[in-house]
Nanobody, 125 residues
Framework: VQLQASGGGLVQAGGSLRLSCAVSGLTFSRLVMGWFRQAPGKEREFVSSIMWNGGNTRYTDSVKGRFTISRDKAKMTGYLEMNNLKLEDTAVYYC???????????????????WGQGTLVTVSS
């Protein structure tokens, strides 16, 4: 199983970035992809998730209305479109995936067995 995350970088506040996460080696039936982030000195936190088949999504409150999670089934890739970025969005972003995660537990990082390598997003003033 491999998750390859990309798309991070340096952006000014108010700007946009799109993160990508290519998945291989997993059965896409019942797949859930999540995005998490970890800022310096802080614990990892849930950002967003998507059910691969049904497309149901979830967001943490701080990114609602600014971030959009999606997936391209044909490309086996998930995306996190981040708009109106704020200084507090600065973090290493990780994609994670697994199958059969209950909807009620998609925000729990311990439910995911497979993780990408992380991509750094830096928002400057």
């Amino acid at each position: 199983v491999q998750l390859q995350a990309s798309g991070g970088g340096l952006v000014q506040a108010g700007g946009s970035l799109r993160l990508s996460c290519a998945v291989s080696g997993l059965t896409f039936s019942r797949l859930v992809m999540g995005w998490f982030r970890q800022a310096p000195g802080k614990e990892r936190e849930f950002v967003s998730s998507i059910m691969w088949n049904g497309g149901n999504t979830r967001y943490t409150d701080s990114v609602k209305g600014r971030f959009t999670i999606s997936r391209d089934k044909a490309k086996m890739t998930g995306y996190l479109e981040m708009n109106n970025l704020k200084l507090e969005d600065t973090a290493v972003y990780y994609c994670a995936a697994d199958t059969g995660i209950l909807t009620s537990r998609v925000a729990n990082g311990n439910e995911y067995d497979y993780w990408g390598q992380g991509t750094l997003v830096t928002v400057s003033s």
